[in-house]
């Protein structure tokens, strides 16, 4: 089946073609330029921009897929979570677009387009029992997978998400916004043993994450710094991520001891992270777990080829939106 999938959650503006869980086309259109100067995402910014761009993304989408909305089996959009008045942008159209050309509706949640996102150009089968792990710049979370469609959250963040901690540690050390990748690869040349930053939540038994605590540490050595570095920026890079990952690395080994997972999904845009994936490996290889990672970091980001995905198994099991009005914004929606 042919589908048309729109994403408007956050600051990027993405409309993609599939058929069935193979992408014709995936378009994303960044507006960070518009927020950067903020320091963060404006939600009236990202409106403003969302407005803009969705004609002639979703133009473009259907150009590059070669084919035209008369072809399109189903609609799917992102009902959340994410900024409600960026939701509400894409919710929109695509139910202008429904009702315009007479096509089924699809509501997708946008944490199981993120889960789902390994699948896209990809023959795996899903193999049970299955985890997931979601890291992005609003979640982290470890999910327990009953099957596609049904899941359970096993641990889940309880302040600072990672994204938003490696966001907010990069912009202290004047690497702009989002710095997460730029804090990532300033990284690579500094000494990750340099600080001692404390490993959140050590020793807890709980699945749950905390970002804040680290954050607030390294902001402490950064200020108490009279004059940064290279080196110094570089040695508190490397600090900071060694911990973060550890982290990380702490709930899986205990999730993995708790659940006995065959398979592991990795998704979110920290899942481009090359550290995660080293440590992920490592620890999947010792457990015996398969580790699922998206086919490119394109998929890693926020996109409509994820949400494609994850629509196309709604549209397998027939669960499709029952009417306009029951694709509503949802900016809080959990993925169970
Ligand atoms: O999934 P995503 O594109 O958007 C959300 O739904 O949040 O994730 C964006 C997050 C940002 O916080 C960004 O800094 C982070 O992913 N990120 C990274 C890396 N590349 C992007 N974090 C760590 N290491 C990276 N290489
Ligand atoms: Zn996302």
Redesign the pocket.
């Known amino acids: 089946m042919l589908i048309l999938a729109i994403d408007t959650?956050?600051d990027d503006t993405s409309c993609a073609v599939l058929r069935d869980t193979h992408v014709l086309s995936n378009i994303i259109s960044s507006q960070t330029s518009a927020h950067k100067e903020w320091g963060g995402v404006v939600p009236s910014i990202a409106r403003r921009e969302h407005e803009l761009l969705i004609d002639p993304v979703i133009k473009k989408a259907l150009q590059i897929a070669k084919v035209s909305m008369k072809d399109i089996d189903a609609i799917a959009v992102t009902y959340g979570p994410g900024l409600a008045i960026a939701l509400g942008v894409g919710i929109a159209k695509a139910q202008e677009l429904a009702r315009t050309h007479s096509k089924p509706l699809i509501g997708v949640n946008?944490m199981e387009g993120?889960l789902l996102s390994v699948f896209v150009n990809n023959t795996h089968k899903l193999e049970l029992p299955a985890m997931g792990l979601l890291v992005?710049?609003?979640?982290t979370e470890i999910i327990h997978i009953e099957k596609i469609g049904s899941y359970r959250i096993l641990g889940e963040v309880l302040d600072d998400a990672i994204?938003?901690a490696?966001?907010k540690v990069?912009r202290a050390l004047g690497l702009g916004y989002?710095?997460?990748?730029a804090?990532?690869k300033l990284a690579e040349q500094g000494n990750d043993k340099a600080y001692n930053f404390p490993v959140p939540l050590h020793g807890v038994k709980t699945l749950d994450f905390s970002y804040s605590g680290i954050k607030a540490a390294v902001m402490r050595v950064i200020k108490e710094k009279p004059a940064l570095t290279q080196q110094d920026a570089a040695d508190i890079a490397a600090s900071f991520q060694r911990v973060a990952i550890q982290h990380i690395m702490d709930r899986i080994k205990r999730a993995f001891e708790q659940e006995s997972p065959v398979m592991l999904l990795l998704g979110?845009?920290?899942a481009?992270?090359?550290l995660l994936r080293k440590e992920l490996r490592k620890m999947c290889k010792k457990f015996n777990v398969k580790l699922l990672i998206p086919a490119n970091k394109k998929l890693?980001?926020?996109n409509a080829a994820m949400i494609g995905v994850a629509a196309y198994y709604k549209a397998q099991r027939n669960e499709y939106a029952q009417s306009e009005r029951d694709v509503d914004r949802q900016p809080g929606a959990t993925i169970a």
């Open positions: 959650s956050c946008h993120h992005s710049g609003n979640h994204g938003e490696f966001d990069a989002p710095g997460g990748a804090l990532a979110g845009g920290v481009v992270n090359v890693c980001m926020d």
